[in-house]
């Protein structure tokens, strides 16, 4: 008794965003589901891992908005940040 070779099927980010949906609302593991798709598990956790990726907001440019700085505001506030290796930075409105 001889297996069917699979066949290599070359699927775009977007195919792969679909099926790593699709999996998501499944409720089936990664692996029965790739089985049951005659999807490489290897290749689905490879994609999932790559567009989580580049979904995700880079640190750098990730910034926290404080909302404007009204010249009316009269309460003061203290904001003190640790940036790690001994770095803090402290910012004062008196």
Known sequence: MSETPRRHVRRS???WRQLIDEQARSGLSQTAFC??????????QHWKR???????PSSSSTWLDLGPLR????TAWD???????????????C
């Open 13 to 15: 980010p977007s195919e």
């Open 71 to 74: 010249e009316s505001v009269a």
């Open 50 to 56: 790559r567009l989580s990726a580049a979904a995700a």
């Open 35 to 44: 089985a049951a798709r005659a999807v490489s598990t290897t290749s689905f």
């Open 79 to 93: 904001l003190e940040l640790e940036l790690g290796d001994g770095l803090c930075l402290r910012l004062r409105r």
